[in-house]
């Protein structure tokens, strides 16, 4: 890649520093993974006994485990893997009940000379002013296909990375599709390209831009399947000094849900993932939310990245504690949220 790494390239640097790594995304292939260590992933849920489950950690592990399979291959951009899960994606959209926002559910773009595509579903407000303004949450569904083979294996699976996110913004498209008490226009918003530098989000955020979308907010989802230990808040929010968003978003809730890890900031995560694009197209508050903090998870792009690794109650428990944060989000009067001056 040219000018952006995505966003965990930097993690994986920064945490192997005695290991050799090189990432090569358009022949995965050649990839060197250093070997995990042999640290156990830790597994324990932050459950609050107060915490109103919206949510099924049975619905997000399902979700998971089908786009993490080894059917998909990984689910490089260009391939017939991805094609699949994007076909997954699409019908699990269908059945929520949310509509494409385009003609179809595909955004169709071209990745380096391959034909490829986004994911878009639509749920439009319910205030006749409120919905023209609209709300972005966003993951990508990409994934690097294969990598460093280990026993045999070298489909690197993507669990964490991020169909994840993907799972978190399939279960609140269908909360959100169900309830309809949003007044501003939310857009779910599933991203390939991502392991190619962004290509995705890049062409997205283009293409509302000149559409003239009157953009709010933008919230991006990163590798959410195991729980930070130690930490005041359940996860960590990029660029957290730049708006106030995570302020507000921890206010509507009354709880402390986001927080600032340092190493986000030292790394500048912020630019190192698909919320950036939107950031650069509109200058609004887009950010990225992601639990993985340098010691909790041992298998970045590597092919033991696997579904069975995941902590579905804690997946759970996260984003039914995030649902009504954007809700109050997406009905206030005004726009609360801005950037920092």
Do not use: W
Not at 132 to 158: P, Q, R
Not at 223 to 232: A, L, Y
Not at 278 to 297: G, R
């Amino acid at each position: 890649m040219k000018n952006i790494l995505p966003f965990f390239v930097l993690l994986l640097l920064a945490s192997c520093k005695s290991s050799t790594v090189v990432m090569n995304n358009d022949d995965p292939s050649q990839n060197i993974i250093p070997e995990p260590s042999k640290n156990d992933v830790i597994m324990t849920s932050t459950t609050e006994a107060n915490t109103k489950m919206l949510v099924l950690a049975s619905e997000l592990k399902d979700i998971v485990t089908y786009l993490a399979s080894d059917e998909l291959q990984g689910r490089n951009t260009g391939t017939e893997g991805i094609d699949k899960a994007a076909t997954y994606i699409e019908n699990k959209l269908k059945s929520y009940n949310v509509k494409p926002y385009f003609e179809t559910y595909r955004d169709n773009y071209l990745a380096k000379g391959k034909d490829a595509f986004n994911v878009i579903g639509f749920v439009e407000g319910n205030d006749p002013e409120l919905k023209k303004e609209v709300i972005i949450l966003g993951a990508h569904y990409d994934h690097i296909g294969f990598g460093k083979k280990v026993e045999g294996d070298s489909i690197a699976n993507g669990a964490n990375d991020d169909a994840t996110g993907t799972a978190a913004v399939l279960a609140m498209a269908k909360y959100f599709a169900a309830k309809k008490n949003n007044k501003r226009s939310i857009l779910f918003t599933l991203y390939s390209g991502e392991e190619m530098g962004l290509l995705g989000s890049k062409h997205l955020a283009q293409r509302l831009k000149d559409l003239n979308v009157d953009l709010y907010t933008m919230i991006n989802f990163e590798m959410i399947g195991v729980p930070m230990v130690g930490k005041e808040y359940d996860a960590y929010f990029t660029g957290f000094d730049l708006s106030n968003m995570a302020p507000k978003l921890n206010e509507y809730v009354d709880y402390s849900l986001l927080g600032l890890l340092p190493q986000a900031k030292e790394y500048q995560l912020f630019y190192r993932s698909d919320n950036y694009p939107f950031y650069k197209a509109f200058n609004k508050p887009c950010h990225a939310i992601s639990t993985f903090d340098f010691t909790n998870y041992d298998y970045y792009h590597h092919v033991d990245d696997e579904a069975d690794k995941m902590d579905y109650e804690f997946m759970a428990t996260l984003v039914s504690k995030m649902i009504p944060a954007f809700e109050a989000m997406s009905n206030t009067d005004t726009k609360e949220i801005k950037m920092n001056e």
